[in-house]
Each structure stands twice: as structure tokens, then as C-alpha cells.
């Protein structure tokens, strides 16, 4: 059983919508990350999120991307407007210190 | 620099084969090296994972070997079973960014009973 929860487990909207995904924690951990994987390819980092902040981030997360943690607890990556290329499963993962990522089961995102 | 080169893309082998899938890597900042395993439908899911400072390691049937000076890491396979098919991604983790992980290309299994 993941200790990160996503919802949801699929997601399908129109290019141009904006699209909320989240991420449930089970432990009360600092570091987040957002990981993508386009369908058959590699996982791609993101962004990660340290103390309710950006810490790092990758070219592919441009100003149509964000991420907050609004409530303490929830973790949410926003897309604003939603292209074609954005289709893929996108992964929550926490980490603890130098400790290995834990990923969550994704949310696949299908943009039509 | 920041790649993480993985072969071969696919891999089939017989029940009981040691499959072999090998990473290659350019940063020497690099100091953190998983092996993911991941099931349709699934998250990564960490399966072991080695330090520079060692050569090898082995965790059940896995067995990470590291080549520091050649700057090359593989993953092993024993008496492999129909249950592993998977994909497998090799990454390595900067320092002191650890949960900013460089993912390989994967590497899809397949054992055949």
C-alpha cells in the first residue's frame, strides 16, 4: 500500500481547462515532489516542494504549473490551461533527508 | 551532463535467467543510485539501491554492481521469475537535492515461465 494517496486515479479534460491534482501524504514528511511520465517513456522530475516552498523545479514546469500545500496536509499540482502534451501520469512522491523517493500510484491525465 | 543512460530498452528471458540492464552516468555529483521497479498502473516503486563508496550489493535475488571509475552501474537479476516482469529504471540522486532523482530511459522485463 502507497503511503502517498493521489487523486484522482484518471483525469480526462479538454486542452484549455484547468486540471487540480492531489496528493494525500500519510506521514507528516517536508519534502514533495511531482514527477511525469508520458505514456512508455521515462519519469521526469518536475518540481520539488520543501517547507510549503519551491525548492527546485525543471524546465518542463513552466508559469502553467503550480503546486501549494493550501491546507497543511494536501499537496495539489495545478495546470492552468491544459495542452495535448500534457497527457500523462503524473506522480506525487515524498522523501525524507537522503532517503529514496516513495511514489504514489499516479493520477493519468488525459487532455482531448 | 545530468543524463542517466540505460540499456537495453527491452529484455526477454527465460524463468530462472539472470537478466543484467546497465546504467551509465556523466555528473560525478551524483552520489545515490536506485533501481525502480514499476508495474502497470503503478508508481515507482524503489527495489534497492547503492552509494559509490561500494562496489556491490545485494538484497534478495537483486544485486546492484557500481564502477565509480567508469561511472557505471548495473542491476542483476537471479534465478528470475515470471513475477519480476516489470519495468525497471536505474536513477541517480544529486547531493543535496536527494528526492530530485534522474531517471533512466526503463528497461521493460519480460520472464518467461
Known amino acids: 500500500e502507497p503511503e502517498v494517496t493521489q487523486t484522482p486515479s484518471h483525469q480526462v479534460t479538454q486542452m484549455g481547462q484547468e486540471v487540480i491534482l492531489r496528493c494525500v501524504p500519510i506521514?507528516?514528511?517536508?519534502?514533495f515532489y511531482w514527477y511525469r511520465q508520458i505514456l512508455g517513456q521515462k519519469v521526469e522530475f518536475l518540481v520539488s516542494f520543501y517547507n510549503n516552498e519551491i525548492s527546485e523545479k525543471s524546465e518542463i514546469f513552466d508559469d502553467q504549473f503550480s503546486v501549494e500545500r493550501p491546507d497543511g496536509s494536501n499537496f495539489t499540482l495545478k495546470i492552468r490551461s491544459t495542452k495535448l502534451e500534457d497527457s500523462a501520469m503524473y506522480f506525487c512522491?515524498?522523501?525524507?533527508?537522503?532517503?529514496?523517493?516513495?511514489f504514489g500510484n499516479g493520477t493519468r491525465l488525459t487532455v482531448t | 551532463q545530468q543524463q542517466v543512460k540505460q540499456s537495453p530498452q527491452s529484455l526477454i528471458v527465460q524463468k530462472g535467467g539472470i537478466p543484467i540492464i546497465n546504467c551509465a552516468y556523466e555528473?560525478?555529483?551524483?552520489?545515490?543510485f536506485p533501481w525502480y521497479q514499476q508495474f502497470p498502473g503503478k508508481g515507482p516503486a524503489l527495489l534497492i539501491a547503492i552509494r559509490p563508496d561500494v562496489s556491490e550489493k545485494k538484497e534478495g535475488r537483486f544485486t546492484i554492481s557500481f564502477n565509480k571509475s567508469a561511472k557505471q552501474f548495473s542491476l542483476h537479476i537471479m534465478d528470475s521469475q515470471p513475477g519480476d516482469s516489470a519495468t525497471y529504471f536505474c536513477?541517480?540522486?544529486?547531493?543535496?537535492?536527494?528526492?530530485?532523482?534522474?531517471f533512466g530511459d526503463g528497461t521493460t522485463l519480460t520472464v518467461k515461465p
Open positions: 555528473n560525478t555529483a551524483f552520489d545515490y
Open positions: 512522491a515524498r522523501a525524507q533527508g537522503n532517503s529514496p523517493l516513495h
Open positions: 536513477a541517480a540522486n544529486p547531493d543535496p537535492h536527494a528526492g530530485k532523482s534522474t
Open positions: 506521514s507528516n514528511h517536508l519534502y
